[in-house]
T-cell receptor
């Protein structure tokens, strides 16, 4: 149980285009989801906290107009990288808090974004 | 965002050896989690700790919540090749809802 499904697993896009990444909680309701960014051989850096039905909370230094987050339902949160540039190429991972069982936060499988 | 200091940064060990890694923070945390990440995948939860001094095991893995609430330790006994990966600690403060991650420990097990 407690599975977060993230799609796509990888995407290549041209500079200037936008890319949408989806995260769905399959067997539980996620009122809060977290979006992380991970560069090669580095740790996960929290980008924003997504709350169902309200505006996302962004970490310092993360451009909210560039990384649009929508959490319209209890099972779906999306991250849209707008006007992508090569420096946005990274591994993006979502996670959701699991309020039952083993607790902790379960992660999606990640999305490898490459902007060319 | 906040980041925790994790050491060592990388380890190369022989199969069968024990492994120890730790995570420290300048802030007090009320929850510590340990994750393992395989290449190209999201992190998978290994152990969760909720109380200072708590010692919890999961198979060959043992983790402890430091008494000061500012550190945590993970030990892996009798390592095997499938232990290879990057291990991250994550901490949650009293005031926050989100977790912040350590810098990671890359583990290589030599058969």
């Amino acid at each position: 149980g407690a599975v977060v499904s993230q799609h796509p697993s990888w995407v290549i896009c041209k500079s200037g285009t936008s890319v949408k990444i989806e995260c769905r909680s399959l067997d539980f309701q996620a009122t809060t989801m977290f979006w992380y960014r991970q560069f090669p051989k580095q740790s996960l850096m929290l980008m924003a906290t997504s709350n169902e039905g309200s505006k996302a909370t962004y970490e310092q230094g993360v451009e909210k107009d560039k990384f649009l987050i929508n959490h319209a339902s209890l099972t779906l949160s999306t991250l849209t990288v707008t006007s992508a540039h090569p420096e946005d190429s990274s591994f993006y991972i979502c996670s959701a808090r699991v309020s039952r069982g083993n607790y902790g936060y379960t992660f999606g499988s990640g999305t490898r974004l490459t902007v060319v | 965002g906040q980041q925790l200091n994790q050491s060592p940064q990388s380890m190369f060990i022989q199969e069968g050896e024990d492994v120890s890694m730790n995570c420290t923070s300048s802030s007090i945390f009320n929850t510590w989690l340990w994750y393992k990440q395989d290449p190209g995948e999201g992190p998978v939860l290994l152990i969760a700790l909720y109380k200072a001094g708590e010692l919890t095991s999961n198979g060959r893995l043992t983790a402890q919540f430091g008494i000061t609430r500012k550190d945590s330790f993970l030990n892996i006994s009798a390592s095997i090749p499938s232990d290879v990966g990057i291990y991250f600690c994550a901490g949650q403060s009293w005031s926050g809802n989100q977790f912040y991650f350590g810098t990671g420990t890359s583990l290589t097990v030599i058969p």
